[in-house]
């Protein structure tokens, strides 16, 4: 069964840094490619970046030199760091795999930043 559990949002003022983590079980971790997604509130969900298993990375152009996302196979866990946060950063950010064809969420965690 495959789970992927974020965690690490909240509320910051503008400015600020956060990191989120997500936790994946389930899955072949180290082969497969993990990433982020954000839904601002009347907004499409959007992604924000990927990682490959070949630690290649790929960025949405809104968020390029703020946040960094990583991966560490030992603990089946990607990572968002995000820095330099704004007010239009704000929304609930899903961790994200596609496994065989199926497409799988976690429930997402809201980050909230403040003016």
């Known amino acids: 069964q495959v789970q992927l559990v974020e965690s690490g949002g909240g509320f910051v003022q503008a400015g600020g840094s956060l990191r989120l983590s997500c936790a994946a079980s389930?899955?072949?971790?180290?082969?497969?490619?993990m990433g982020w997604y954000r839904q601002a509130p009347g907004k499409q969900r959007e992604l924000v970046a990927v990682?490959?298993?070949?630690?290649?990375?790929n960025y949405a152009d809104s968020v390029k030199g703020r946040f960094t996302i990583s991966r560490d196979n030992a603990k089946n866990t990607v990572y968002l760091q995000m820095n330099s946060l704004k007010p239009e950063d704000t929304a609930v950010y899903y961790c994200?795999?596609?496994?065989?064809?199926?497409?799988?969420w976690g429930q997402g965690t809201q980050v909230t930043v403040s003016s």
């Open positions: 389930g899955i072949y971790f180290r082969f497969s490619t």
């Open positions: 990682t490959t298993r070949g630690y290649s990375t």
């Open positions: 994200n795999t596609d496994q065989g064809g199926r497409t799988y």
